[in-house]
């Protein structure tokens, strides 16, 4: 069983999903969990899917992983692609919504982020139903950038990501004042991703 | 898992009772749906020249609500849960997506349906795949219909009232 590369599946979005669902699926949720708990550290996820560019594999593997009919995703507009949409559509069963605020997952290019705060941060009942960020970033290495502290972290660290707006230091100290409300962030590159948990400081 | 939220042919068709045609792909799709495993798998091998495909979407199995009208043509009502198993798969050589929903839980059952689905697209294909598989399941499929109406036909009871003349 391979993934096809002929034409008519590059045209309209219905590739594979992971080769065995079940093993696909808890093996990228163990990356997701791995990369939520020990912020800084960059985990592989994804390498195996074929997916419909833009969309990266990381960021589909999440998808597969955690999107379902009842988790709306909102895509920025590079990502809004036929083949893109209907990948989703037909693997996750997820609605896609035109405005991030009712979206349970957000996927963006760094460049066309939307701004944390037009993201769904949960309630004061509810602080979990809040959404979180799927960022594709042009780089993401766990050397130099940002210094982290935080939950998961034993002392400092590190976190390298290119791409992202100027002022996102800025946007992610308010969240920070949210807890325990606020969103979390997962950068992805390509089958790459890390995380960060609303509780992560960042310096730098 | 709920599958009732992929449908593959538009709403207008597929939502009201079941009065209007069906199109050719309902009805082949129809006909798999409801087919016997077994019996599928006995044609199946029985067909030659079957292209190669790729899964695009694993059999797996779920449930669908199954609904019923009371009476043929009153309100629905959710009738109970069924176990119906799904798969899609893309022919290589023609690109061609073929889905299938099949009652059980035989996943060989629904990716030869799913195949079959992509196959009877073809219109090169579709000729000998309608009388090689579709038409023997339909008569199948109608001939046990018939048996079951002629069995529960003979435990029809005829009443007739009778209405004391009290005048």
Redesign the interface.
Known sequence: ????S????ES?G????FD??VQGAQQAFRAILQAMARPGTVQSCGAELSVPAPLGEAMAAVCLTLAD?DAPLWLSSPLRTAPVERYLK??C?APLHDAPNAASFALADAAGMPRLNDLASGDDRYPDRSATLLVEVPSLTDDGGWTLRGPGIETTARLAVEGLPSDFAEQWRQNGELFPQGVDVVFTCGARLAALPRTTRLEG | M?LD??RQEPQAAGDGPQSGELSARQRWMGVLAKSNGAELARLWAGLDGLPGW?????P?VGMVMARGRIGGDGRRFNLGEITVTRC?V?L?ET?T?GHAYVMGRDKQHAERAAVLDALLQEPDQTARIEAGVIRPLADAAADARARAARKAGATKVDFTTVTRGED
């Open positions: 069983m391979q993934a096809t002929d034409a008519s599946a309209d219905l590739l594979p999903g065995d669902p009919a037909f693997q069963n | 709920d939220n992929h790729t899964r695009l979407r694993a797996e899609a893309r290589t690109g997506v």
